[in-house]
C-alpha cells in the first residue's frame, strides 16, 4: 500500500458500486479499479433522529461492491474527514476487506485526512463480504456507520436464475440524545451490546415506508450481510421459505428449506424463496427485540 | 383467508395435536384439519409465578402439529380472548407459520375476540417450524406465549429408525411482579434482552422434576425448536454427543457429531442420539445463565 | 466411577496434555491416563486484575487433551482445593467431557476436596469439545476458570496436512473489584449475561503482547472452543479467509471460504487458513465489544 496526497475528485466513488438495496453491475475485466471515499457526515437513523456520522461514500451501509473471483481491485480512497471539520473533527479512517487475503498491518493502514491510499488486492474467495473501517477504537468506528458489504462472484456467476435480487445489510446504531433530532454515538451502550436501533441498509424500517418491489412466482434472491457490530441477526422472510441458504454467500456451504438464517456478526449469506402469490412479505431479525429497534421491512408483491 | 362468527366449539383444538414433550400422530390424507384457539389464560411459569398469558390452545407453547410435505392444511383459529373478559381484556390475534407459503397480509391476518379465521397451506418443505400470532405489538404477543412448534415431515417421513422421540420448545419469559405469586409481561426486558426465565416447553426446570423417560441404548430424536423470542439457544444434552443434527428439521441440513447445536430465534432442528448406558442425562441450554434461569431438564435411562 | 483418598502427586497433571496455545503430541496406544488435578489459585486475566480462579490444572483454560477415535483414556482426577485452604474455601468440584459418552450421574459426580475421582470413557467422535466442571452452581464453576479443550481426532488423523496448528479457547470473565488488583466474580453479572473481559486462553490481549508465529505461505489450522459460559463468538482472523471450517471439529461439518465462523456456547471448530504474505494478522470476536473487553490477539507471520 502506499499513500498520496491527490487533488479531492470530483464524486466520492468510483467503480462497480451501487446503494444497497441495489446491486451493482459486474466490470468484466482481469482488473477493476474501485475508489471509496470516507467522508463525515449527518445521517439520519430514523424519523426525528440523526447523527454526525463517518461514511464510505455518502451512505450507511457503505455502497455494495460486486467482483469475481480471479479479479485484481486496484482500490484506493480518500479519506475527506476535513471536508467539514467545522462541525466534525477530521481523523485517521482506514479499510479492511474481509474478502482480501493481504497482510493488514500494510494495507489496511489509517490515513490521514486529505491523504489517499492505494493497494490491490484479488479475490480468491465467492461470497458476502464485510468491510469496515479498522482504525481503533474500532468499536466507535463501527457503530458510526463504517461498514459495507462486497459481493464476490465465482468465477461462472453465482449458480441458478433469479428473477429479481436485493442487498440487505444488517446493523445496529448505539446512539444518545445530543439536543433537539439530533444523537451522538456511544460506546458505553455499544459495550454493554444494548442498541438503541437495528436496521436494514442503515435506516429504521425504511421498507416499512417503500417496500421492496417483485411478483408473484418471482425467485428473488437476497444478499445478506450482518455487519453487527455486535449481535447475531436471525434473519427471516414472513410468508415463504428459503429454498436456499449459502453462508457467507458461497454455494459450497448450502442449506435447504430454512425458516430462518442466523448470522454471526460479520457474517454474509444468500438467500432465495419462491413468493407464493400476490401479497407482502415481512423481512425481520427474528430476535424480535431488532424488530421493535427498527428490523423489518415489506416486500411488495404485486 | 375468511373470517366467520361461529358457536364457540366445545374444546380448543383440533387436529393432529399433542402437548410437548408429545408428537401427534401423523393423519396420513391428502389434506388434514387442524384448529388451534387462542385463549387468555393464567400459566404456571415456576413454582410461585404465573400470570395472565395469551395461547395457542391450552398451554405454553401452543400444541406441536404435525403434517407432511404435500399435505393441504385446512386451519381455522377462534379467537377466545372475550370468554375471560373479567381478568384479562380481548384484543385482536393471528397466526404466522412458518411451514407455510402464504402472502402474510392475506392469511395472518388480525381477528377480533369472538371470530374464526379460515385458510388453508399446502407444507413444501420438511422442518421444524415455528408459529406464533404475528399481531403488533408482536414482541408483547411472543412474550405472552404465543408460540409453538409444527413438524413437517417428508413424503416417505424422516429418514431412520428410532426408539423415542420428544419434542422441546425453548422460550425467554419477560416478567416483573403484579402482586403474591402473580406477574405481568414486561415489554422493557424484553426490549432489553434481559430475560427472567428460560424455560424447556414453557415451565422452568419442570424436568428435573419429571424426567423424560428412555432406555439404556435407545437411539432418541429430539425435535428442538428455540422461539426466542430474542436469544440463540446452544442446546446441548450432557452425557452423550448429537450423532446427527439436521438444522431447521431438514435432513438435507446434517451435522454429525455434535456437542451442541445453536439454534438462532426461530430456528428449529433434529438432534439424534444414542443413550450409552442407563444414567441420567441433562439437557439444557449451555448460554449457562439460561440453566439459571429455567432451561435444564433430566432425561432418565432405566 | 469410584472414589479414593490417595496422596496427592507432585504434578498437578499427567499423559497427553499442554497449555494453550500449544496442542499436546498423541500417544499412539489403545488406551491413555490422563490426570487432571483441581486447584484454587490466583490467576491474571488482565494487567493489574488478577482473581481466586477454580482452575483445571495450573491455568485458565485447563490444559488442552488430545485423543483418537478409538482409544480409551482412563482418567483420573484430584481435587486440590483444600491446600490453598487459608485463602480460598475447599469445595466439591467435577468434570464433564462433551467428549464423552457416559452417565453424567456416575462419572461427573462431585468429589470432595482431598478426593481422587476415577473414570473411564472411550472416544467416539472427532471433534474440538469442550470439559468443565458440573458442579452446582455451574455458571459460578465456569466463570471461576473451569472449562477446558480436549481434542478428539480422528482414527486416521484429521485430513490434510498443515504447517502450523494452535489452540484457541475463548471465554468471559464476570467480576467484580474486591480491592487494589484483586477482582473476585459475580454472578450477578454473568446472569445478565453482560462481561467483564472476554479472553482467548484465559489473558486480555495476550497475543498483541505476544504474537503466535508462523511463516507467510503457512497452511494454519486453529482448534477453537467457545466456552462461553453465556455469549456466541463470531470468530475471524483479520487479512485471510477460512479456507476450511470443521463445525464442532469434525470434518464431516465442512465449510469453505468462511470469513468468520459463530460458535455457539460450547461449540468448538477447526479452522485453516493461508497466510498470503509477511505481516501482522488480527484474530478477534468480531462481536466487537468482545474486542474492547479483551478477545483480541496477533500472528505475526514472518
Ligand atoms: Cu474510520
Ligand atoms: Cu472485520
Ligand atoms: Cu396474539
Ligand atoms: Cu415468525
Ligand atoms: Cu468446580
Ligand atoms: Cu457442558
Ligand atoms: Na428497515
Ligand atoms: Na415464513
Ligand atoms: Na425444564
Ligand atoms: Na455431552
Ligand atoms: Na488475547
Ligand atoms: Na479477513
Ligand atoms: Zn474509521
Ligand atoms: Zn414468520
Ligand atoms: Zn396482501
Ligand atoms: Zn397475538
Ligand atoms: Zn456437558
Ligand atoms: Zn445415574
Ligand atoms: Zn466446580
Ligand atoms: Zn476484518
Ligand atoms: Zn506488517
Known sequence: AYITKDAI?????????????NIPPIIDNDSVAI???????????????????????????GPVLRVRVGQTIKFSMVNRSNLTA???????????FHAAMVDPH????????????????????????????GTPVILQHMISG????IIVEPEAGFPGKVD????????????????DSLYETDVTSARNRQPMFVTFNGKSKQYVQQPLEVKAG?????????????????FHVVGTIFDKVWIDGNPK?????????LLGSSNGAIVEFIVPEKGTYVFVDHSFASVEQGAVGLIEAK
Chains 1, 2, 3 share one sequence.
Open 164 to 179: 429479481k435480487e436485493f442487498a440487505i445489510v444488517q446493523n445496529e446504531y448505539y446512539l444518545k440524545p445530543k439536543g
Open 9 to 21: 475528485p470530483a464524486t466520492t466513488t468510483d467503480g462497480p458500486i451501487a446503494y444497497a438495496p
Open 218 to 234: 418471482d425467485r428473488v434472491r437476497l444478499y445478506v450481510l450482518n455487519t453487527g457490530p455486535n449481535l447475531t441477526s436471525s
Open 146 to 149: 463504517m461498514t459495507g458489504m
Open 35 to 61: 475508489r471509496v471515499d470516507i467522508q463525515h457526515k449527518k445521517i439520519t437513523v430514523a424519523n426525528g433522529v440523526c447523527f454526525w456520522a463517518w461514511t464510505f461514500g455518502d451512505s450507511i451501509p
Open 106 to 133: 500494510d494495507k489496511y493502514r489509517s490515513i490521514n485526512p486529505g491523504e489517499t491510499l492505494h493497494f490491490q488486492w484479488t479475490a480468491n474467495y465467492a461470497g458476502v463480504f464485510m468491510y469496515h473501517c
Open 86 to 96: 467545522e462541525v466534525s473533527p477530521p481523523m485517521p479512517h482506514s479499510i479492511d
Open 253 to 261: 456451504n448450502e442449506f435447504r428449506g430454512m425458516q430462518t438464517v
